[in-house]
């Protein structure tokens, strides 16, 4: 990443998640995050990004409640994230794929060429 520090607004923006949501993750994950404020500002360091990326994946995409989200994250965060970069690099695949679908499905083709 480009910056130190992030505030709140832009990780908010970065990941898809409400500032309501991040606060609340910080208060349950406060033993893995560290988030630095100053003068009542949230400032998130790229570590605590990836962390959060990492609980995001376990809550939003694996489907873990809370506790067995801290319990995978104590248990092996390395884990946790190389399953999370898999995770991510497959849906950009997919997400290729279907634009790569559309477009043979909007385009029209001589009689030459035959698409099984």
């Not at 480009?2 to 607004?9: E, F, N, V």
């Not at 990326?53 to 376990?58: A, D, P, R, S, T």
């Not at 801290?70 to 190389?82: I, S």
Request: charged letters at 35%; glycine letters at 4%.
């Amino acid at each position: 990443m480009d910056k130190m520090y992030y505030k709140i607004s832009e990780v908010s923006q970065m990941l898809g998640e409400t500032y309501a949501t991040l606060r609340f993750w910080e208060s349950e994950f406060a033993d893995r995050l560290r988030i630095h404020k100053i003068k009542g500002t949230r400032y998130y360091k790229d570590e605590d990004i990836e962390t959060i990326k990492n609980i995001q994946y376990l809550l939003r995409k694996a489907g873990c409640t809370i506790e067995g989200a801290k319990a995978k994250l104590a248990n092996d965060t390395h884990r946790v994230a190389a399953r999370r970069d898999v995770s991510e690099r497959l849906r950009a695949v997919r997400d290729e794929l279907l634009a790569i679908r559309r477009e043979i499905n909007t385009t029209s083709f001589t009689d030459d060429v035959i698409i099984d």
